[in-house]
């Protein structure tokens, strides 16, 4: 027998060795696939029958989410619209009462009755009562109509339907509305009929109430449509003198809820009655909306409204005639009103059911393909083994030149690329996936060359903005006097103050300047809005005051120069910019402190006899820019040495802490009054307060503009002159 060589014996052992191993392996994996392949079949039921019930339970909490924001966000809507009528109400109602307790400052003013060409236009219309003695009102309705401007400017900015009384405890009332006509008993009639405004039910709620208050739905005089009022008393001398009601059409807010997103949705008063509904799902078909709902005889139906009038909010199931409903409700917070929106359980049921049984058949049919797949791997195995035998050495030296090449050459070019070359392209062509590869290198190579040159646009864009308002809050901070002590020379008074802008440029200033060697002007003020309009408006606001302060002749001048920068800022201010100001004058020969407030923050005032601050009593003039042909009242006082005055800004007293809580005018008094004055010098004593401020405020973001000036008068002249 002829003997075999050492490479055939060593090709036949591993021919052997594999033969062996692979059996052996193959066997093995045969094992490990079948029992692989009843795990899968287990789990993948399991898996699918999870899936369905987390299906079921996201969609049903997606509802639940869904209906809970939609009620949220309408209810919150209601509540701004009821809220934004009442702090028009109580603006008129503080106007008048303020008419009525400075009448020596208002001329008489002259109203008409109700004519009816005006029918369709808001128009101030004087009304009276069948018992009013029209002779002996004649004083009080000329002081009245000084408040029909505001009266006409509230109406045009509520918009159509908006009624507008002020009711008089005597007898006579000064409406405006655009229903001229409707107030004549017929077309032929001459005179309007009589109307009693202390009858209705708006006049005797604020009466009672003697608060903002709202009314319920109630009719109209003189058309018949539903209504609903808010209400405030006000008052002469501190005594009940009649009553301010601002009405609005129900289909004016009821439009808030026709246009939720929702087939049914209602609004219920805190008494439980529906004020108004939507029920495209027929949910509500067989409810009588005239009832209180809490006594309807779907008992989690009068459940959801109990708890609608208490003021909560949350989602909950509701069963009505067989039907299951989520029901979503709200609180309206300004008048006790509460808003619900509903979805039929069976829709949801539906998706739920649709989606689950999607789940389950993606789920079998997985399951299915899994097991075919198991089925045929098997099989293939078998042949797979049997072929492995013979091509293992042949089709592993192909195979490995194949894929080990193209990969090399991947992997020579991805560091190439790392190291910043992005020009470099790859040239594989190998037909699968390391092509792709190489094709998603290349356009990923080509996006990083755009990114690149896009950043660098947009840095660049910023560095220019940014290089701007450094700029612009350069030049707004040496608009602002910055030296102190601005007079070194002057010993009889002195002046500090500060201004820290809530972004690049703000909204407030403060201004301070000599008229001649007796008289200071200082000024503080803060423009509506922040940044840079604000800053805009405030340069001119400031130009404009000081221009006009530089041509007084004496203290008396003052109302006068503050009613001429109005008029001067009312020009042209299409943006509706206003500002509030404080501007005084002080005669630091006699220490007379003459000032004018047009709704800024009242001031504080330290009395060195008394060592403590307290606010000053000021009047509250309108804003500047807000409305033309104001006049602005002036108040005076006599600064005594040792005196000194502490303005600010709204910066300072809203400030918002982390738990979003107002610094306040308590908290600032407080703080100036734990400081030793007579030991510090303004500065010390503004320091003070930025530090407690800062204390509150914490990390929470700066919100508004903080401006504060300091004066301190010591009279050394006003002795030397004695």
Known sequence: MR??????????????????????????????????????????????????????????????????????????????????????????????????????????????????????????????????????????????????????????MNGEGTAITVTSANGFSISVDADSAERFPSAEATAPRPFDGTSRPWYKLAQQQQKVSFTNVYA?????????????PYLKQGNFAGVIAISTYLNNISQLVLNAQAETCFVVDKDGHMIFFKDESGMLATVDPQMDLRDSPYRDFAAVVDRMTQGEKGVQTVEIEGHTYYLGFAPVAENGWSFAAS????????????????????????????????????????????LLIAVVSWQGRRMGDRFVYPILALSKGVREIASGNLDKKLDIHTGDEIEHLSICFNAMTDELQDYMQNLTKVTAEKERIATELNVATNIQESMLPNIFPPFPERADFDIYATMHAAKEVGGDFYDFYMLDENHVVITIADVSGKGVPAALFMVISKTILKNFALTMTGESDLSAMVACTNEQLCQNNDAMMFVTAFVGMLDLVTGKFVYVSAGHNPPLIYRQREQRFAYMDVAQNFV?????????????????????????????????SETEELYGEKRLLTC???????DKSLQEIQQQVQQDLERHVGTAEQSDDITMLILSYSGQQKEEAK
């Not at 789990?43 to 339970?57: C, W």
């Open 3 to 156: 003997k075999k060589g050492i490479r055939q014996q060593v090709q036949r052992l591993l021919f052997l060795c594999s033969v062996v191993s692979l059996l052996l392996l193959g066997g093995i994996a045969l094992l490990g696939m079948m029992g692989a392949r009843q795990n899968s079949l287990e789990d993948g039921r399991e898996i699918g029958e999870e899936a369905s019930l987390a299906v079921s339970r996201t969609l049903q909490q997606e509802v639940e989410n869904h209906i809970a924001i939609l009620a949220a966000e309408k209810s919150h809507q209601i509540d701004l619209e009821i809220r934004r009528i009442a702090d028009r109400t109580e603006l008129m109602g503080t106007e008048m009462s303020w008419i009525n307790d400075h009448e020596a400052d208002y001329s008489p003013r002259v109203v008409e009755g109700p004519r009816r060409e005006n029918n369709g236009k808001f128009v101030p219309q004087l009304e009276f009562a069948s018992w009013a003695d029209r002779n002996a009102l004649q004083g009080e309705i000329g002081l009245t109509a000084n408040l029909q401007d505001l009266m006409l400017q509230v109406a045009r």
């Open 220 to 232: 109209d005089d003189f058309n018949g449509k539903l209504r609903i009022a808010c209400t405030v």
């Open 343 to 386: 979805m039929d359980s069976e829709e949801i049921l539906q998706s739920e059911q649709a989606a689950r049984q999607d789940v389950l058949q993606i789920a079998q049919e997985n399951v299915d393909n899994m097991d075919a797949y198991m089925t045929k791997v098997i099989l293939a195995m078998v042949l797979v083994i049997l």
């Open 624 to 656: 500047l820019g807000g409305m033309e042909e104001m006049e602005y009242t002036g108040q005076e006082t006599t600064l005594n040495p040792g005196d000194k005055l502490f303005l600010y800004t709204d910066g300072v007293t809203e400030a918002l």
């Open 672 to 678: 100036l009054n734990s400081c030793p004055v007579e």
